[in-house]
């Protein structure tokens, strides 16, 4: 690939050859072609649902639904990139979001109002509360990475464990009830109750696209600045120009999605009006999809630009190397499951805000879903290579398929068996992919 | 003693068991500014587990390491670099997921102003000191695991010339290259002697090691049976140490 492009010095556009013919140019977009596989497969899942569903499936509504479904397993999957690029593995993630709840339920519900006396309703409840379950998160998970790193404990028997104590912890710190309801402003971080409606949106929408376009010239600039050969600009405007579409494409599918007129009826009596006659609004971007852009977006950041990333990948793909090269491969393994329990509770806040309540089997089943999302977004098991947005995908296509075969009426066994199906066909492509391209 | 130089690197009465063998057994070697020294002996004779107390990789049980005459400490690979070590592995320590540049800099990364990876200052780097190296290097922007042995030693050997080592470590470089590739690190042991650095080489191959160095060491069960210059032993002379365990110069006199 770089090495057929040209080094011609100068502010002039460096050109790959072979811009001549559809392939060529294709070749000059320097497009990852896993993706564009990942991206493919989720297209068709949607349009066969779609058909099969007389186009219930790609309505405003099923694409709200399907975004705000997907976000608890997506965030806790760009954490499992992590832990598997390091050759780990985390099982303990579905329980570890319970506890995280439990905590955060109880500190909003009992200890903040009742035993510290702040009240229902104070503005600082649900912040506090998320600090607690972060805090929590956290320490769990660094105290794994400690038996794991440090103890030489395989992280399969740390998490093994885990999966049953902190499911259980949880169960005992609520007594098994169901805790709620939740702090009011703690569950707009849920999905449908808080979004950021038509105009908000597209201000994140515009914002987005800009930081986009920043994002691929400013790369450039530096990559001339240095020398080091760039794709022709028009291939670079190409790119920019597929992406502001998919962002902004998707904010307007958000917006077309209206609330009902009941449930505006039912907020202006709330308010004390009534609703004008003819009024519509629209729901928009949830504030958890924001919330979990936001993680893709740092997620990515660390795993390409900083240390902490290049060690990750350099441990997952050579751990006597890494050790010798100085980097302290122990202390690494503690950061790796402390971010990965830090996104538990993150989790832990849009799952409970959603359901707006703490319930005693919340997250069950969670780990095998996030480590699938994770595989099925191309991170392998052999350590060394994932991405960040794969797994988002991963997660999307999960979720895309157990909501369109509900929709269509499959049976709830059937579901499963084909999620299971897949997940394993999914690992067999990639392993064909690998040995066709020469690996990565 | 060279005319009274103080040695680059004094390793003096080195130890270390391993459950009750004795793998390094009252071991002493010394090595010189500009010079090449090699290490000889059977697979398991001490060789490397001798080097890799001075590489950090294991902690001697007793003796004393002295770096331009200095007493030092070093117990992880991260002090032996502090001290200017570099070693080269014969299981070729790269990452393989990773590009040439990223290996090059791999625990010693150029960082933007706000603490960033900044990559493309690091490719530029790798693409001047591999013009240097190895010319013919083109693939920078792939992972090293579709680099030849020799491209991949090259930026092992790049990474130790980058930081200015004084002192490397070359254990068996040539032992996954071919010809071509084998006579390309040659010149570069050559070049980097004449700037000065010590290179201790492990290798089996006796021929390789009277044309690449300066004096050799031989050992059997981690004990030192000689160092000789190679200008005054015969491969015979070394093949007898290394298979007898005695020294035909010292039995003579």
């Known amino acids: ?440 | 003693m060279r005319n009274g130089e103080t040695p680059l690197v004094e390793l003096k009465d080195m130890c270390i068991s391993f459950g009750g063998v004795h793998a390094v057994d009252h071991v002493s070697i010394e090595l010189y500014p500009g010079e090449v020294l090699g290490l000889l002996g059977h697979n398991g004779a001490g060789k490397s587990t001798l080097i890799k107390m001075l590489s950090g990789a294991y902690k001697p049980d007793s003796g004393e390491i002295r770096i331009n005459g200095e007493k030092v400490e070093i117990s992880n690979p991260r002090d032996s670099r502090r001290h200017n070590i570099e070693t080269i592995y014969q299981t070729l320590a790269l990452a393989d997921n990773l590009n040439a540049s990223s290996n090059l800099f791999l625990g010693r990364e150029i960082v933007t102003p706000m603490g960033f990876l900044n990559d493309d200052a690091m490719e530029a780097e790798t693409r001047k000191i591999m013009a240097r190296l190895n010319p013919n290097f083109q693939r920078f922007a792939e992972p090293v695991k579709s680099l030849s042995g020799g491209q991949r030693q090259s930026v092992a050997i790049a990474r130790a010339v980058y930081f200015n080592a004084k002192i490397l470590i070359m254990d068996e470089p040539t032992a996954a290259l071919g010809v071509h590739e084998t006579q390309m690190v040659a010149d570069l042991i050559q070049e980097l002697k004449a700037q000065g650095l010590g290179i201790f080489l492990i290798s089996h191959d006796t021929r390789e090691m009277m044309e690449l160095c300066d004096r050799v060491s031989v050992m059997k069960n981690g004990q030192l049976i000689g160092t000789e210059r190679v200008e005054d032993v015969t491969e015979d002379d070394i093949l007898s140490m290394i298979i007898m365990g005695r020294n035909p110069r010292e039995e003579a006199a």
């Open chain 1, 1 to 440: 690939m770089a090495e057929t492009t040209s080094t011609a010095r100068g502010d002039s556009d460096r050109r790959a050859p072979g811009s001549g013919g559809v392939k060529g140019a294709f070749g000059a977009l320097q497009l990852d072609t896993r993706l564009l596989g990942m991206i493919g497969a989720f297209l068709i899942i949607c349009v066969v649902f779609n058909v099969a569903t007389d186009g219930r499936f790609l309505t405003p509504r099923n694409i709200f639904n399907l975004t705000i479904q997907t976000v608890s397993v997506a965030l806790m999957a760009t954490g499992m990139v992590f832990v598997i690029v390091t050759r780990h593995i985390d099982l303990s993630v579905g329980a570890l979001l319970a506890t995280c709840s439990a905590v955060m339920a109880m500190v909003q519900t009992r200890i903040l109002p009742e035993t510290l006396g702040l009240g229902f309703g104070h503005p600082l409840i649900p912040w506090l509360a998320i600090a607690a379950g972060c805090i929590v998160g956290l320490a769990i998970g660094a105290f794994n990475g400690w038996l794991i790193g440090y103890q030489g404990i395989p992280a399969f028997i740390v998490t093994l464990g885990g999966l049953l104590v902190w499911r259980y912890v949880a169960w005992y710190l609520t007594n098994g009830q169901t805790i709620g309801p939740l702090d009011d402003t703690f569950r707009k971080f849920g999905g449908i109750s808080g979004t950021l409606g038509v105009t908000g949106s597209w201000i994140v929408g515009v914002l987005a696209v800009v930081a986009t376009i920043f994002t691929i010239f400013n790369g450039r600039r530096r990559k001339i600045a240095h020398d080091v050969t760039v794709k022709p600009f028009w291939a670079e405007c190409v790119v920019a120009a597929i992406m502001a579409a998919g962002i902004l494409g998707f904010i307007a599918i958000l917006n077309a999605y209206d609330i009902p007129q009941r449930v505006l009826a039912r907020n202006f009596r709330q308010a004390g009006t009534e609703m004008p006659e003819g009024y519509t609004a629209s729901y928009g971007l949830p504030i958890s999809v924001l919330v979990l852009i936001g993680v893709a977006a740092i997620m990515t950041m660390v795993a390409r630009r900083t240390r902490l990333g290049r060690y990750i990948f350099a441990t997952g793909g050579n751990p006597d190397a890494a050790e010798l090269s100085g980097i302290n491969t122990r202390m690494l393994t503690v950061k790796v499951f402390a971010i990965m329990g830090l996104l538990c509770a993150v989790s832990a806040v849009v799952a409970s805000a959603r359901l707006a309540n703490h319930t005693n089997d919340i997250g069950t089943l969670d780990e095998l879903r996030v480590i699938a999302a994770a595989v099925i977004g191309g991170t392998a098991l052999s350590g060394g290579s994932g991405t960040i947005y794969g797994a988002i995908l991963g997660a999307l296509i999960m979720q895309s398929l157990q909501s369109g075969m509900a929709m269509v009426g499959v049976d709830a066994p059937l579901q499963n068996i084909v999620v299971g199906a897949v997940l394993v066909l999914a690992v067999w492509i990639d392993i064909q992919y690998r040995k066709r391209t020469g690996g990565d």
